[in-house]
């Protein structure tokens, strides 16, 4: 059995950036960090998908809620 390492599993040279807000995705550029890409639409930054930090953004969004400005 072949263990495979999660830290770099889907994490390479190759991947997608994703907005955590519309779900707007594109290319990861090599050598361009998601984090310095924005999305189009939000102006927000764009995350590595399947990364830690998008997994977190997934789970702090309450399905059925949208996020809401606070008035
Ligand atoms: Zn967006």
């Known amino acids: 059995m072949i263990e495979q390492n999660k830290e770099t599993m889907g994490l390479g040279p190759n991947g ?3 907005c955590h807000r519309c779900g707007y995705e ?4 090599a050598g361009v960090p998601c984090q310095e890409v924005r999305c189009p639409d939000c102006g927000v930054k764009l995350m ?6 998008h997994d977190l953004a997934m789970s702090r969004r309450k ?3 949208a996020p809401a400005d606070q008035t």
């Open 16 to 18: 997608e950036c994703v």
């Open 26 to 29: 594109t290319r990861h550029q």
């Open 48 to 53: 590595r998908k399947g990364g830690h930090h």
């Open 63 to 65: 399905p059925g809620t």
